[in-house]
Protein backbone atom coordinates (compact mmCIF):
# COMPACT_ATOMS: atom_id res chain seq x y z
CA UNK A 1 0.00 0.00 0.00
CA UNK A 2 1.51 3.63 -1.16
CA UNK A 3 2.02 5.15 2.28
CA UNK A 4 0.19 8.78 1.36
CA UNK A 5 0.75 11.57 4.38
CA UNK A 6 -0.10 15.08 5.21
CA UNK A 7 2.22 16.70 8.14
CA UNK A 8 0.04 19.64 9.55
CA UNK A 9 1.31 22.12 12.05
CA UNK A 10 2.99 25.53 12.63
CA UNK A 11 5.52 27.41 11.07
CA UNK A 12 8.28 26.20 13.25
CA UNK A 13 6.54 22.86 14.47
CA UNK A 14 9.43 21.34 12.75
CA UNK A 15 6.91 19.47 9.89
CA UNK A 16 9.51 20.16 7.03
CA UNK A 17 12.79 18.51 9.21
CA UNK A 18 10.26 15.40 9.88
CA UNK A 19 8.75 15.38 6.48
CA UNK A 20 12.05 15.18 5.21
CA UNK A 21 13.45 12.57 7.53
CA UNK A 22 9.90 10.23 7.23
CA UNK A 23 10.33 10.13 3.69
CA UNK A 24 13.64 9.00 3.26
CA UNK A 25 13.77 6.79 5.41
CA UNK A 26 10.66 4.75 3.39
CA UNK A 27 11.98 6.00 0.16
CA UNK A 28 8.62 8.39 -0.35
CA UNK A 29 8.27 11.80 -3.00
CA UNK A 30 8.54 14.65 0.44
CA UNK A 31 6.43 17.77 -1.68
CA UNK A 32 7.06 21.07 0.11
CA UNK A 33 4.99 23.18 -1.12
CA UNK A 34 7.16 26.00 0.72
CA UNK A 35 10.68 24.73 -1.11
CA UNK A 36 8.97 24.64 -4.49
CA UNK A 37 7.79 28.63 -4.16
CA UNK A 38 11.12 29.30 -2.69
CA UNK A 39 12.75 27.67 -5.61
CA UNK A 40 10.22 29.59 -8.02
CA UNK A 41 11.28 32.61 -6.47
CA UNK A 42 15.05 32.31 -6.87
CA UNK A 43 14.85 30.79 -10.58
CA UNK A 44 12.44 34.19 -11.03
CA UNK A 45 9.80 32.45 -13.08
CA UNK A 46 6.07 33.93 -13.01
CA UNK A 47 4.76 32.02 -10.40
CA UNK A 48 7.77 33.25 -8.21
CA UNK A 49 7.24 36.53 -9.15
CA UNK A 50 3.68 36.50 -7.98
CA UNK A 51 4.34 34.29 -4.94
CA UNK A 52 7.49 36.78 -3.35
CA UNK A 53 5.91 39.56 -1.78
CA UNK A 54 3.24 37.15 -0.09
CA UNK A 55 5.41 35.05 1.04
CA UNK A 56 7.85 38.31 2.05
CA UNK A 57 4.56 39.73 4.05
CA UNK A 58 3.68 35.98 5.55
CA UNK A 59 0.36 35.96 3.74
CA UNK A 60 -0.68 32.68 1.77
CA UNK A 61 -0.45 32.20 -1.89
CA UNK A 62 -3.83 31.57 -3.25
CA UNK A 63 -5.83 28.42 -2.98
CA UNK A 64 -6.15 28.21 -6.76
CA UNK A 65 -2.68 28.32 -7.90
CA UNK A 66 -1.58 26.60 -5.15
CA UNK A 67 -4.05 23.34 -5.49
CA UNK A 68 -2.81 23.33 -9.28
CA UNK A 69 0.68 23.26 -8.25
CA UNK A 70 -0.02 19.94 -6.10
CA UNK A 71 -1.85 18.48 -8.48
CA UNK A 72 0.55 18.53 -10.67
CA UNK A 73 3.23 17.67 -8.03
CA UNK A 74 0.87 14.18 -7.63
CA UNK A 75 0.52 12.79 -10.60
CA UNK A 76 4.06 12.21 -11.35
CA UNK A 77 5.40 8.69 -11.09
CA UNK A 78 7.49 9.38 -7.69
CA UNK A 79 4.79 10.85 -6.06
CA UNK A 80 2.46 7.47 -7.19
CA UNK A 81 4.39 5.47 -5.12
CA UNK A 82 3.76 7.36 -2.10
CA UNK A 83 4.25 11.18 -0.81
CA UNK A 84 4.78 12.94 2.28
CA UNK A 85 2.98 16.39 2.23
CA UNK A 86 4.62 19.27 3.88
CA UNK A 87 3.00 22.86 4.22
CA UNK A 88 0.09 21.93 2.00
CA UNK A 89 -2.96 21.67 2.39
CA UNK A 90 -3.13 25.33 4.59
CA UNK A 91 -6.57 25.78 4.23
CA UNK A 92 -10.03 23.69 4.46
CA UNK A 93 -10.53 24.56 0.88
CA UNK A 94 -6.96 23.27 -0.11
CA UNK A 95 -7.83 19.80 2.29
CA UNK A 96 -11.04 19.77 0.14
CA UNK A 97 -9.23 19.62 -3.23
CA UNK A 98 -6.55 17.22 -1.99
CA UNK A 99 -9.17 14.74 -0.94
CA UNK A 100 -10.88 14.94 -4.62
CA UNK A 101 -7.36 14.42 -6.24
CA UNK A 102 -6.81 11.29 -4.45
CA UNK A 103 -8.12 7.97 -5.57
CA UNK A 104 -9.23 5.45 -2.85
CA UNK A 105 -6.58 3.33 -2.54
CA UNK A 106 -5.13 4.01 0.31
CA UNK A 107 -6.10 6.42 3.46
CA UNK A 108 -4.52 9.97 3.54
CA UNK A 109 -2.89 9.25 7.05
CA UNK A 110 -2.96 13.14 8.76
CA UNK A 111 -0.32 13.95 11.57
CA UNK A 112 -0.42 17.15 13.69
CA UNK A 113 2.77 18.13 15.13
CA UNK A 114 1.70 20.09 18.29
CA UNK A 115 4.23 22.71 19.39
CA UNK A 116 3.43 25.63 21.82
CA UNK A 117 3.70 28.73 20.39
CA UNK A 118 6.51 30.15 22.66
CA UNK A 119 8.94 27.50 21.33
CA UNK A 120 7.94 28.33 17.69
CA UNK A 121 8.88 31.93 18.39
CA UNK A 122 12.01 31.43 19.79
CA UNK A 123 12.97 28.32 16.95
CA UNK A 124 11.32 30.62 14.03
CA UNK A 125 14.14 33.22 15.17
CA UNK A 126 16.89 30.52 15.43
CA UNK A 127 16.67 29.02 12.20
CA UNK A 128 18.83 29.41 9.50
CA UNK A 129 18.47 28.16 6.02
CA UNK A 130 21.36 27.84 2.90
CA UNK A 131 21.53 30.44 0.76
CA UNK A 132 22.41 28.47 -2.13
CA UNK A 133 20.07 25.15 -1.74
CA UNK A 134 17.50 26.14 0.74
CA UNK A 135 18.69 23.24 3.37
CA UNK A 136 17.04 24.00 6.11
CA UNK A 137 19.80 23.38 8.71
CA UNK A 138 19.26 22.07 12.58
CA UNK A 139 21.20 24.50 15.67
CA UNK A 140 24.88 24.18 15.46
CA UNK A 141 26.42 24.05 12.10
CA UNK A 142 27.62 27.59 10.46
CA UNK A 143 27.93 26.13 6.67
CA UNK A 144 25.27 24.26 4.85
CA UNK A 145 26.39 20.54 5.32
CA UNK A 146 24.65 19.88 2.26
CA UNK A 147 26.67 22.00 -0.40
CA UNK A 148 28.91 24.28 2.14
CA UNK A 149 26.81 27.23 1.31
CA UNK A 150 26.11 30.16 3.36
CA UNK A 151 23.46 29.93 6.31
CA UNK A 152 21.23 32.66 6.53
CA UNK A 153 18.40 33.81 7.56
CA UNK A 154 14.57 33.27 6.26
CA UNK A 155 13.29 36.48 4.45
CA UNK A 156 10.27 35.19 6.31
CA UNK A 157 11.55 34.24 9.57
CA UNK A 158 12.11 37.51 10.68
CA UNK A 159 10.34 39.19 14.06
CA UNK A 160 7.28 40.79 12.72
CA UNK A 161 7.04 38.27 9.55
CA UNK A 162 6.76 35.09 12.18
CA UNK A 163 3.81 37.42 13.90
CA UNK A 164 1.54 37.45 11.05
CA UNK A 165 2.48 33.76 9.93
CA UNK A 166 1.23 32.41 13.18
CA UNK A 167 -2.00 34.89 13.00
CA UNK A 168 -2.40 33.63 9.57
CA UNK A 169 -1.84 30.15 10.78
CA UNK A 170 -4.24 30.26 13.58
CA UNK A 171 -7.09 31.52 11.02
CA UNK A 172 -6.35 29.91 8.20
CA UNK A 173 -4.75 26.40 8.78
CA UNK A 174 -5.97 25.43 12.65
CA UNK A 175 -9.38 24.50 11.32
CA UNK A 176 -7.57 21.75 9.46
CA UNK A 177 -7.21 20.01 12.24
CA UNK A 178 -11.13 20.22 12.98
CA UNK A 179 -11.58 19.37 9.20
CA UNK A 180 -9.21 16.26 9.80
CA UNK A 181 -9.68 14.84 13.48
CA UNK A 182 -12.94 12.82 13.31
CA UNK A 183 -10.97 10.37 10.50
CA UNK A 184 -9.57 6.98 11.95
CA UNK A 185 -6.17 8.22 10.28
CA UNK A 186 -5.81 11.18 12.19
CA UNK A 187 -3.06 11.37 14.71
CA UNK A 188 -1.54 13.93 16.84
CA UNK A 189 1.98 13.94 18.36
CA UNK A 190 3.44 16.28 20.57
CA UNK A 191 6.67 18.22 18.02
CA UNK A 192 8.18 20.16 21.31
CA UNK A 193 10.46 17.25 22.01
CA UNK A 194 13.86 16.73 20.32
CA UNK A 195 13.62 15.58 16.96
CA UNK A 196 14.36 11.84 16.90
CA UNK A 197 11.99 11.66 19.57
CA UNK A 198 9.44 13.59 16.94
CA UNK A 199 10.49 11.14 14.56
CA UNK A 200 9.69 8.16 16.43
CA UNK A 201 6.47 9.42 17.55
CA UNK A 202 5.37 10.37 14.09
CA UNK A 203 6.67 6.30 12.91
CA UNK A 204 4.63 5.03 15.70
CA UNK A 205 1.35 6.89 14.91
CA UNK A 206 2.11 5.62 10.77
CA UNK A 207 1.99 2.22 12.25
CA UNK A 208 -0.88 2.31 14.40
CA UNK A 209 -2.65 3.87 11.13
CA UNK A 210 -1.68 0.99 8.86
CA UNK A 211 -2.42 -1.25 11.53
CA UNK A 212 -5.83 0.23 12.14
CA UNK A 213 -6.57 -0.40 8.45
CA UNK A 214 -5.87 -4.01 7.87
P1 LIG B 1 6.66 27.17 4.46
O1 LIG B 1 8.04 26.93 3.98
O2 LIG B 1 5.78 25.95 4.41
O3 LIG B 1 6.61 27.86 5.80
O4 LIG B 1 5.99 28.19 3.41
C1 LIG B 1 6.52 29.49 3.21
C2 LIG B 1 5.47 30.40 2.59
O5 LIG B 1 5.06 29.87 1.31
C3 LIG B 1 4.17 30.54 3.37
O6 LIG B 1 4.26 31.53 4.39
C4 LIG B 1 3.20 30.97 2.27
O7 LIG B 1 3.40 32.32 1.90
C5 LIG B 1 3.67 30.10 1.09
N1 LIG B 1 2.99 28.79 1.06
C6 LIG B 1 3.57 27.55 1.20
N2 LIG B 1 2.64 26.58 1.10
C7 LIG B 1 1.46 27.20 0.89
C8 LIG B 1 0.11 26.74 0.73
N3 LIG B 1 -0.20 25.42 0.77
N4 LIG B 1 -0.86 27.67 0.54
C9 LIG B 1 -0.57 28.98 0.50
N5 LIG B 1 0.66 29.48 0.65
C10 LIG B 1 1.68 28.62 0.85
Same mark, same amino acid.
Given at each position: ? +? !?????? %???? +?? /???? +????????????? *??????? &????????????? /?????????? *??? !???? @?????? $???????????? %???????? =????????? #?????????? #??????????????? @?? /?????? $????????? /??? %?????????? =? &???? &?????????????????????????????????? !??? #? @??? =?? =???? %????
Amino acid at each position: M +A !VRLVML %GPPG +AG /KGTQ +AERFARSRGLARI *STGDMLR &EAVQQGTELGRQA /KALMDAGRLV *SDD !VMIG @IVRERL $ARPDAVRGFVLD %GFPRTVAQ =AHALDEMLD #DDSPLIVIDV #DVPDETLVRRLGARR @IC /KVCGWT $APPGPLVCE /KCG %GELVQRRDDG =A &EVVR &ERLRVFGNESRPLVDFYQQRPTFRSVDGDQVPEA !VAA #D @ISA =AV =ASVL %GDQR
